[in-house]
């Protein structure tokens, strides 16, 4: 996820640069969760899902487990471009609400 800076009295002609902005443990393993149900709802394999998406069925089973990387345990923390791929093939929506400087929330709804 990105958390943009916002540079006070920038040139109009220079664009603002993403600051990471990482999530938690606990809204990583949510997320995931989201994710799988959504995928298994849908009578998708995480390797046709994968496949759709442009990511590596790896790279969405750690999604889906809320990791980043298995040897070292750090939280899931996806592209936005990703959400939004995800969220296109699901037939959902992404919101994400940015409740500075106390972090953010991001949730997956289906489509009605």
Known sequence: ???????????KNVSCVPAEASLTRDQALVLGRQLADLREAKGLTQEELAHRVGISRNHLQLLEMGLSDRAKQTPANPRLSTLVALCRQLDATVKI????????????????
Request: hydrophobic residues 40%; glycine residues 8%.
């Open 1 to 11: 996820m990105y958390r943009w800076l916002t540079l006070i009295g920038r040139p």
């Open 97 to 112: 609400d940015a409740d500075w400087p106390d972090g953010f929330s991001i949730e997956i709804n289906v489509r009605h």
